[in-house]
């Protein structure tokens, strides 16, 4: 059974470019993320790179993942980062309160991790510690890191191996601070924001550091009304949001097995993102009108119960073509919103919640996330050509989602790019883009999809779901018919 859905590509010259953070990732010290995700140290017998696996650092650059944020999440506001540096021996060990109540070496610290960004070609985005550090240990944090002139800072810096700074831009002050960041209120929390905004200095003048405050839980309007009105906006980079897909928090379910109500109800609450995007950019508007602040989605993707015989506390998750469906149409809402929102960090990035990476041991496997997100990074600082549509509708019982979602850009080569996700469960929907003024003759494309929903990747299987040749389309006189099989992901170039 076929539906048409008819979509028209507007061409806009004044149209916002998608930025490359949009495709942000997000590192914390949760589970295996980053100590036999990212880290296995350098006398490991997994291939690495001062301790960093070449395996995770091949899959990320294939990405072309242009953020990583870190150390957290909620262990963000436990981390003191100086003892994280200096001689190993040295360091002291950290209780990591949230995640599972393991004691970690703090071998993996501010250069270990700021070098790896390096090797990733990925700019930094560090969390810094309102909850429980100090307004003079993050303005070290941004000297140690940033100042190339003579600091007790740099100095330290240098004395622990690294000349030259490494000029972060990205800073957050403190995460989910209504939260695990110190359950504070939204009037407090500005206040203390302006304060450590206030001594965080760009040390160079260079006008580099964007500072981002830690933003609403949700659809809690409230918070970023305040901050957009206590703060002065040119102390204030960013504002975030975080936002996950989950079922019921006390009922999550499980990750594979899931029934199609269940993934209705993930996509419901995935899908919410578009409201709540819509309705915080309205409040920022209010209060800054030209634009000069971004929205930062810095968490967002699926959150369901780990699996079966796992540390309840490290949250880790398969991921099947349920989360290929959900990326898919959670980044297409954020390019279509691409003047406002400007970064967006997924969580996370190996090994916990919506992972793009697995691993075990010596084995890494790619997950259909990651399949997602390589093929939708053709929109990286791409402009977006906005889009005009009605969806058809998906219905499951009495409630209903639209079926489909569709974002496109033309990037600096002028090759336009259609991502299209088709989230109905079980049927095809016939898409007609008019291509109008575009006019597109080498029209190619490629589909991530599969024979069901639950379909993943494993260790044993590691290649079930990759990205193929997709040839279901047909352009004729300017109209691009499009035919998106159920639960599919289909990103189509043309010039
Ligand atoms: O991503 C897992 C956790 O979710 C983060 O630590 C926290 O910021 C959020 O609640």
Redesign the pocket.
Known sequence: QKDKTVVSLKTDENAPIISKNIYGH?A?H?GRCIYGGFFVGDTSKIPNTNGVRNDVVMALKELKIPNLRWP?????DTYHWKDGIGPQEQRPTIVNK??GGVTEDNSFGTHDFLNMCELLETEPYLSGNVGSGTVQELADWVQYTNFSGKSPMSDLRVKNGRKEPWKVKFWGIG??AW???GNMMAEYYANEYRKYATFMSDWENTGGITRIASGANSGDYHWTEILMKNIPLNMLGGVGV?H?AVIDWKKKGDGRTFTEEEYFKTMQSALKMEELVTKHVEIMDKYDPKKKVAMIVD?W?A?YEVEPGTNPGF?YQQNTMRDAVLAGATLNIFNNHADRVKMANL??CIN??QAVILTDKTKMILTPTYHVMKMYAVHQDAQLIPVNFTSPKYTVGNENLPAISVSASKDKNNAVHISTVNIDASKSHTIEVDLADFKLKNITGSILTSSKLQDHNTFENPSKITTKAFKGFENKKGKLAITIPPFSVVVLEGK
Do not use: K, P, T
Not at 72 to 76: L, V
């Open positions: 997000f914390e949760l957290g999440g909620c262990f963000a949230w995640w995460n989910e939260g695990c960041g975080h996950y968490e993707g959150w949250l969580a996370q916990v919640l």
